[in-house]
């Protein structure tokens, strides 16, 4: 992963080993959320130092399968979806980082989006492009 600093320095870091899906913060940016195909959940910070894990979080995985797990991050909060087990699982993203609560779904979906608004998204206006 490369951090890229305001004034446009940056650092390249290493993601941990088995990394296949990973999220900004989406509230200001400070830490990266990254599933591994070991079924664990890291958190680390932006210049790539470990803030956190939660192990357990869906069964090990190939990234590559149609079927592999899918995560989504809002502000405090983690989603991994797990199609092969129907199951949502709803991750705590403040200290200490834990599971809160497994979800039962209907069917198997294959994917998943986190919609809604929360003020703490505000400093993201405009970040992507095409934003007003």
Known sequence: MVNVAPGGTSEAWALPAGSCALVLDPAAGAFVVV?????????????????????????????????????????????????????????????????????????RPQDMAVLGLDPRNAGLRGALPGEI
């Open 35 to 107: 599933l591994t195909s070991s079924g664990s959940l890291q958190v680390l910070s932006r210049s790539g130092e470990p803030l956190g894990r939660v192990t357990g979080v869906v069964p090990p995985f190939a990234c590559a399968e149609s079927s592999s797990p899918r995560m989504g991050v809002a502000p405090e909060r983690a989603y991994v979806l797990d199609p092969r087990r129907a199951e949502l699982v709803d991750i705590d993203l403040r200290t200490p980082f834990r599971i809160r609560k497994r979800h039962a779904l209907a069917g």
